[in-house]
Nanobody, 125 residues
């Protein structure tokens, strides 16, 4: 079992920045590749970014590429999502997720076994 707790969400003006954190507890953090997803009201949960077990590979949705950066600190059992140049369309609940493998569809929600409770990000225009 892995427990995930997100933090760092909030209200920010367009063009601003936020840094989300996801703290993991339970089994060995470095045995999991991690992902960030988001869900806006009335929309399906969508992939944002993913990172491999030891952080050598990162992946991004086209909508956030160049603005968001995913990273991890395995010594602290934490994955981060640095979000810059935020836009109103980035408004959503952001979730981190964990899966015990480095292969497969990193962008697909069904690939992930564990989820956090989410943190709200609101970007005002």
């Amino acid at each position: 079992q892995v427990q995930l707790v997100e933090s760092g969400g909030g209200l920010v003006q367009a063009g601003g920045s936020l840094r989300l954190s996801c703290a993991a507890s339970g089994r060995t953090f470095s045995s999991y590749s991690m992902g960030w997803f988001r869900q806006a009201p009335g929309k399906e949960r969508e992939f944002v970014a993913a990172i491999s077990m030891i952080g050598l590979s990162t992946y991004y949705a086209d909508s956030v590429k160049g603005r968001f950066t995913i990273s991890r600190d395995n010594a602290k059992n934490t994955v981060y999502l640095q979000m810059n140049s935020l836009k109103p369309e980035d408004t959503a609940v952001y979730y981190c997720a964990a899966r015990p493998k480095n292969y497969g569809d990193y962008y697909n929600t069904v690939s992930y076994d564990y989820w956090g409770q989410g943190t709200q990000v609101t970007v005002s225009s």
